[in-house]
């Protein structure tokens, strides 16, 4: 067996580990908090014995680091699936939203973590001391997602209008306190996009009482 594809099989058996590793500890983090989770606790639920576990990571925080990463290579992912233009620019953002829940699901205790991210998260990563951060790295990868598969006379507003006003109602689906199915799943997913697209108000035939 060539030396160069023995080196590649066990360089991605490690970072199949590495994420194993990850998302375990993305459950102790969830349920112990950042601060009182130990390392021996994420070896654990790892299936490791704690000296085993610096193979992979040196500390506490690097495992932190390193969730946050996965997150974010993942997510960015979502944004360049393929995008069929033929399809109205609603069902394309649909369509987005819908991979995101997929990774959202996959994810999920490390969303709880993110969001209760306090001064030992963010010394651990330094871009998650801005209560923004997460609201600013989506609108950035929308805008340019914009820039490449919406026309220019599908939206009235800039991409940087678009992207602000698209990011901000689907976070706060998101943050909506005991929905268990998720904020960007299925009919929810179009209930976003179509309060992006065509705001709150009722259109003027169900006003005046006339079935559309």
């Known amino acids: 067996m060539p030396i160069r594809t023995s080196t590649a099989r066990r360089e991605r058996a490690r970072e199949h580990t590495r994420r194993d590793i990850l998302l375990a500890a993305a459950e102790v983090f969830a349920r112990r908090g950042y601060a009182a989770a130990t390392l021996a606790e994420l070896a654990e639920a790892a299936g490791f014995a704690a000296p085993s576990l610096y193979r992979y990571f040196e500390s506490k925080e690097e495992i932190f680091r390193s969730l946050v990463g996965l997150f974010v290579r993942e997510m960015d992912a979502t944004f360049e699936e393929p995008v069929d233009r033929k ?56 805008v340019a997602w914009l820039r490449r598969h919406a026309a220019r006379d599908e939206v009235r507003e800039p991409p940087e209008v678009v992207a602000r006003a698209f990011a901000g109602i689907a976070f706060a689906f998101r943050s909506c306190p005991g929905d268990p199915k998720g904020p960007l799943d299925g009919a929810r997913a179009r209930q976003v996009v179509d309060l992006a697209l065509h705001g709150f108000a009722a259109p003027a035939s169900r006003r005046r009482g006339v079935s559309p």
């Open 87 to 142: 399809q109205p620019l609603a069902a394309r953002l649909e369509a987005l939203l819908r991979a995101q829940a997929r990774t959202a699901e996959a994810f999920r205790s490390a969303f709880s973590v993110l969001d209760a991210a306090g001064p030992e998260l963010a010394a651990a990563v330094p871009a998650l001391r801005s209560p923004r951060a997460g609201l600013d790295y989506y609108e950035s990868r929308l």
